[in-house]
C-alpha cells in the first residue's frame, strides 16, 4: 500500500493552473516535513518545492518561484502544489515526498532526506 498519494494532475494549456494534492495514505503528513519533485521524460528527478513540518518555511526551485505555491493542511493530511502559469517545460511527473525530521522549521532540497515517496501524478502543459 502506497504510504503517499498524490493527485491532481492533467492536461492544461500554456498560461493555466493546477492544484496538486498530497495525502498520507498509511502515514500522517502532520508529522513531516514535506516536498515536492517531478521528473520530464529522459530527464533526473529536481527538487520543485518544500515545506518544513510547521508550516512557516518555504523553499522553491528558481524556475518555479512566483508561479508555485507550497501549502498544508495538516487536520486534513495534506499538502497542496498550486501551480500557475504553467509552461510546457513544466511537463513532468510531480510526486511528493516526506522527511522525518526534529527540526520543526526547517526545509529540505535533497532526494536523499526524504524517508517516504508517492507514486506521482503526470502533469502536461501543452497546447
Known amino acids: 500500500q502506497e504510504q503517499l498519494v498524490a493527485s491532481g494532475g492533467g492536461l492544461v494549456q500554456p498560461g493555466g493552473s493546477l492544484r496538486l494534492s498530497c495525502s498520507g495514505a498509511?502515514?500522517?503528513?502532520?508529522?513531516?516535513?514535506m516536498g515536492w519533485f517531478r521528473q520530464a521524460p529522459a530527464k533526473e528527478r529536481e527538487f520543485v518545492a518544500a515545506?518544513?513540518?510547521?508550516?512557516?518555511?518555504?523553499d522553491y526551485t528558481d524556475s518555479v518561484k512566483g508561479r508555485f505555491t507550497i501549502s498544508r493542511d495538516n487536520d486534513k493530511n495534506t499538502v497542496y502544489l498550486q501551480m500557475n502559469v504553467l509552461r510546457p517545460e513544466d511537463t513532468a511527473v510531480y510526486s511528493c515526498?516526506?522527511?522525518?525530521?526534529?527540526?520543526?522549521?526547517?526545509?529540505?532540497?535533497?532526494?536523499?532526506?526524504?524517508?517516504?515517496w508517492g507514486p506521482g501524478t503526470q502533469v502536461t502543459v501543452s497546447s
Open positions: 515526498a516526506a522527511a522525518a525530521t526534529p527540526y520543526s522549521g526547517v526545509t529540505y532540497r535533497v532526494r536523499a532526506q526524504y524517508n517516504y
Open positions: 515545506i518544513s513540518l510547521n508550516g512557516r518555511s518555504t
Open positions: 498509511t502515514r500522517s503528513v502532520k508529522n513531516y516535513a
